[in-house]
């Protein structure tokens, strides 16, 4: 059973808007987990998008400040990426990340490393 299912993903004209979710599976819902959203393109690095950390505040990258606004309901266990004006460059492959804890995480971390369930993935295109 995947872990994490993205859905949301889309064509948008530049300056257009996408909502992004993240439904986490009966097997993350068991446990606490920080969570992130990440985007690729072939050839590229995974990049950190957004994260949040333990005090359910934001962390972003410094190209979608002002622009992304990542939020989970806990009780439907579901992450969300609100993404307005969009830019040719946030075109990609968006993925959910998750790491299972049990003790005290500071969360909220954009380094792909630190993640160990990724979802499938959801591709975003954006058109200038």
């Known amino acids: 059973q995947v872990p994490l299912v993205e859905s949301g993903g889309g064509s948008v004209q530049a300056g257009g808007s996408l909502r992004l979710s993240c439904q986490a599976s009966?097997?993350?819902?068991?446990?606490?987990?920080?969570m992130a959203w990440f985007r690729q393109n072939p050839g590229k690095e995974r990049e950190g998008v957004a994260a949040?950390?333990?005090?359910?505040?934001?962390n972003y990258a410094d190209s979608v400040k002002g622009r992304f606004t990542i939020s989970q309901d806990n009780a439907k266990k579901t992450l969300y990426l609100q993404m307005n004006n969009l830019k040719s460059e946030d075109a990609a492959i968006y993925y959910c990340?998750?790491?299972?804890?049990?003790?005290?995480?500071?969360?909220?971390?954009?380094?792909?490393?630190?993640?160990?369930?990724w979802g499938q993935g959801t591709q975003v295109t954006v058109s200038s």
């Open positions: 009966r097997y993350t819902r068991s446990a606490r987990a920080c």
């Open positions: 990340a998750a790491r299972v804890f049990y003790g005290d995480e500071a969360c909220g971390w954009l380094e792909a490393s630190m993640y160990d369930i």
């Open positions: 949040v950390n333990r005090d359910d505040m934001p």
